[in-house]
Nanobody, 119 residues
Framework: QVQLVESGGGLVQAGGSLRLSCAASGRTFSTYAMGWFRQAPGKERELVARINWSDGNTYYPNSVTGRFTISRNNAKNTVYLQMNSLKPEDTAVYYC????????????WGQGTQVTVSS
């Protein structure tokens, strides 16, 4: 089992920045990749960043490219999401998730942290 705990959400004005953290514990040796998702009220959950644990390769959708940066600290089993130039439409609950293989779904999820961007 793997446990994921997010932190760092909050209220920020448009144009501001926030940094989210996600600490993983338990059977973290099985990590293939970690991702950050978000879900706004009435909308589907969407992937906003992913990082492969072994080589650090990253992926971002167009909606956040150039504004969000995912990074990892392997020694601390922690993944970060640096969010800059935040927009009101970035308001959502942000979740970190972990997958144990390239082809699997994300197996483990954190509890979520609220990010609210005011205009």
């Amino acid at each position: 089992q793997v446990q994921l705990v997010e932190s760092g959400g909050g209220l920020v004005q448009a144009g501001g920045s926030l940094r989210l953290s996600c600490a993983a514990s338990g059977r973290t040796f099985s990590t293939y990749a970690m991702g950050w998702f978000r879900q706004a009220p009435g909308k589907e959950r969407e992937l906003v960043a992913r990082i492969n644990w072994s080589d650090g390769n990253t992926y971002y959708p167009n909606s956040v490219t150039g504004r969000f940066t995912i990074s990892r600290n392997n020694a601390k089993n922690t993944v970060y999401l640096q969010m800059n130039s935040l927009k009101p439409e970035d308001t959502a609950v942000y979740y970190c998730a972990l997958k144990t293989s390239r082809t699997s779904q994300y197996n483990y999820w954190g509890q979520g942290t609220q990010v609210t961007v005011s205009s």
